[in-house]
């Protein structure tokens, strides 16, 4: 199962999130919802890279599915976006998906 948490502080901004795991929906080269996650996280770390002022810091492992996503400034309104986007994509994922992934909010 894939296990994703996003990061907020108190007034409810996004600091990051982190996501681990398979899904486990088919074999390897085949799993829809692997693929549909890895996706969304790789190009949401890319766009706050490329199209905001914020410099995530990124840690990875393929082998366990582990990404974790941390922002070391106030995520800019661009960022704060795309973090819902994200979470928007992941979630209507869960809506159809619940035996293979699962989304919460921390707050930090």
């Known amino acids: 199962m894939i296990r994703t948490a996003f990061y907020q502080n108190s007034d409810g901004r996004y600091l990051g999130f982190q996501t681990r795991g398979h899904a486990g929906y088919a074999e390897a080269g085949y799993d829809i919802v692997c693929a549909a996650v890895s996706a969304l996280v790789t190009n949401t ?23 974790a996503v941390k922002l070391c400034e106030a995520a800019t309104p661009e960022a704060e976006l795309l973090f819902q986007s994200l979470r928007c994509g992941l979630e209507a994922i869960e809506k159809e998906h619940s035996e293979y992934i699962h989304v919460v909010s921390k707050e930090v």
């Open 45 to 67: 770390v890319n766009s706050i890279e490329l199209l905001t002022a914020n410099h995530p810091l990124v840690k990875t492992d393929e082998e366990t599915g582990f990404m």
